[in-house]
């Protein structure tokens, strides 16, 4: 049996919220890897599942405060636990949000943390890795200053010495001129 897929406009029925938003949700929720059916002229199809992930993500963003970024990696990830959300919201057409919770607030709070860390982390590791790259970039800059630096010595050098050899060779055409 072909599972049923629910066009845009009926989403939108069911999330009471606008085009613009459900597109919204969709492109950051596609960015991080949620697969959303399209027809043949390029519409969304949204599964049921579909629609249970974008009613999470609006709990989280909406009841809990989370960005959207992070709420979109949340819901995507493997544990996710749905059960989190009450079922009034993932299965309500017409309003999604609630405040209650099937339990405690912690669970939410430890995944949020979880994910949180691991962001952190994956921030520190760009950091040093950009940190590695600026210290290997400042290493060639130094380098070609100072390759630079001599070369301007080099010649400097070598112009005092024609200029030794120009003032040498202006003397002695002079004398022969004068030594007469």
Known sequence: MEERLYSPKE?????DTSAETLKKYSLLLEKNGMNISRNKRGHRGYSEENIKIIKALIYLNKEKSV???????????????????HPSVMNNVTNPTVTTLLRNDIALQN??????????????NELEVQRKKDDEFQKIVTDRLEEQRDLIIQQEEMLNKLSKQLEKSNKSLWQKFFSK
Do not use: P, R
Request: aromatic letters at 6%; glycine letters at 0%.
């Open 67 to 85: 960005n959207l970024e992070d709420a979109a990696s949340l819901v995507l990830s493997s544990d996710f636990d749905f059960t989190i959300v």
């Open 11 to 15: 989403v939108v029925e069911q999330l």
């Open 111 to 124: 995944e949020i943390v979880v994910m949180v860390t691991n962001k952190l982390i994956q921030l520190h």
